[in-house]
């Protein structure tokens, strides 16, 4: 493992830790997500050095599919954040990254790609993993609560095949770097939205640790693109390698994280499922 993939799996799992700690410190999952994509926003236009004025242009031709992709951006975060509070790190980081059989399904109706028995298989462990992660972090939770992982593994999933799908279709436009900026933008100003016209708004709606915590998110949301790219362009030639070595590593990374920093509590069925859930990322991305 490189320096850069130590880094992209380091600051991928440390989202899930962040989004645990607002319940801890009382921060108001909402207002921390939309200050967090301005922040990731600004991060990521000065970083790709885009200018406002040729953001725009993409938004004039391709609206609602950025209006559409900022919708789940903020959406999947929000249910992130809830499991991860609710169900646990490692439940709801095995959810996230389970997600990657959404795409590959949607690919077989959508690109003509085929699907083997191999990875059938893999999807089957897949879905056992979210399940079984899910149910044993939090065995006496509701239904409800148990559920929270599996809305997760449907929304990043829907979130991934929404850039697949865009990318296809506007190979030169959605591929680069405004693509990215406009997701982050867009998810802000719905989130702004969704703050306006809350009927509850004295939940933290003016603190200043909502503020904070949103620009710690929104630049750990950065970093983590950012090495994660590095480290795809590092292993440009096998990036699937990059994949499952990244994807691997947030799993058990943050099935660590779980244990030593919150004391969540592991049986035989959240163990399982993260065997599983290793083991359908190395299936699935070959």
């Not at 950025?66 to 954040?81: D, E, P």
């Not at 949607?106 to 089957?124: D, M, Q, R, W």
């Amino acid at each position: 493992m490189t320096v850069t993939v130590f880094m992209a799996v380091l600051f991928a799992s440390l989202l899930f830790v962040i989004l645990k700690l607002f319940a801890r410190y009382k921060i108001s999952n909402i207002h921390a997500l939309t200050y967090n994509y301005f922040t990731a926003g600004i991060c990521y236009t000065l970083y790709s050095k885009q200018t406002f004025s040729s953001i725009a242009g993409f938004v004039a031709s391709y609206f609602p599919y950025y209006l559409l992709s900022g919708c789940l951006f903020i959406g999947v975060f929000y249910l992130t954040a809830l499991s991860s509070q609710k169900n646990g790190v490692a439940s709801t980081t095995i959810a996230s990254k389970m997600s990657l059989v959404i795409p590959a399904l949607l690919a077989v109706y959508l690109y003509n790609e085929t699907f083997s028995l191999l990875k059938t298989i893999g999807l089957l462990m897949a879905l056992s993993a979210v399940y079984l992660s899910a149910r044993g972090s939090n065995p006496e939770s509701s239904e409800s609560g148990w559920k929270l992982p599996l809305l997760v593994f449907a929304g990043a999933g829907l979130v991934d095949a929404s850039i697949k799908y865009t990318q296809h279709v506007f190979t030169d436009n959605a591929g680069s770097s405004g693509f990215l900026s406009l997701v982050f933008f867009s998810a802000a100003i719905i989130g702004s939205f969704v703050l306006l016209f809350k009927k509850n708004k004295s939940i933290g709606g003016n603190k200043f640790s909502n503020i904070i915590a949103g620009i710690i998110l929104g630049f750990f949301n950065f970093i983590s693109l950012y090495y994660m790219i590095a480290a795809l362009q590092e292993f440009h030639e096998d990036s699937g390698k990059a994949f499952i070595i990244i994807n691997s590593g947030v799993v058990l990374l943050n099935f660590l994280l779980s244990v030593i920093l919150f004391q969540e509590k592991k049986n035989t069925q959240s163990r399982v499922g993260v065997t599983l859930a290793v083991a359908a990322i190395i299936i699935l991305s070959q």
